[in-house]
C-alpha cells in the first residue's frame, strides 16, 4: 500500500514536502522504485520525479527541474518529494507509484502499485 501525505494549500513561491509511506510485505521484501506523478483538472497524469531503489539514480521532469528534490529512506520505507519556489501551474493531485525493480522510471505504465493521491493547491 502506497499512501501520500503533505499536500495541501500554499502561496506561489512557497515550499512543501510530500511524503510517500509504503507498507506491506510487497515493500518490505523487495527492493523497488518510486515515481511520483501529477494530475490537473481536465488534463493528463504526467511526471514529476522518479527515484531508484536504492536511492542512487533520480530523474526530473524538465517542468521541475531544480526546484523539486525526491529522495528516500528505505530504512522507514518513506520516499519525499521536496518542492520549492511552487507556482500556480504545480497545481495538481500528486501521486506515487511503485515497481519491483531497480531501475529509474518515468512512464505511468510502468507502475503497478499507486497511492491515492494527495491535493496540492498553489495560489497566485
Known amino acids: 500500500q502506497l499512501v501520500e501525505s503533505g499536500g495541501g494549500l500554499v502561496q506561489a513561491g512557497g515550499s512543501l514536502r510530500l511524503t510517500c509511506a509504503a507498507s506491506?510485505?510487497?515493500?518490505?521484501?523487495?527492493?523497488?522504485?518510486v515515481g511520483w506523478f501529477r494530475q490537473a483538472p481536465g488534463k493528463q497524469r504526467e511526471f514529476v520525479a522518479a527515484i531508484s531503489a536504492n536511492g542512487g539514480s533520480t530523474d526530473y521532469a524538465d517542468s521541475v527541474k531544480g526546484r523539486v528534490t525526491v529522495s528516500r529512506d528505505n530504512a522507514k520505507n518513506m520516499v519525499y518529494l521536496q518542492m520549492n519556489s511552487l507556482k500556480s501551474e504545480d497545481t495538481a493531485v500528486y501521486y506515487c507509484?511503485?515497481?519491483?525493480?531497480?531501475?529509474?522510471?518515468?512512464?505511468?505504465?510502468?507502475?503497478?502499485?499507486w497511492g491515492q493521491g494527495t491535493q496540492v493547491t498553489v495560489s497566485s
Open positions: 506491506g510485505r510487497t515493500f518490505s521484501n523487495y527492493a523497488y522504485a
Open positions: 507509484a511503485a515497481r519491483g525493480t531497480l531501475a529509474t522510471l518515468r512512464n505511468t505504465y510502468e507502475y503497478n502499485h
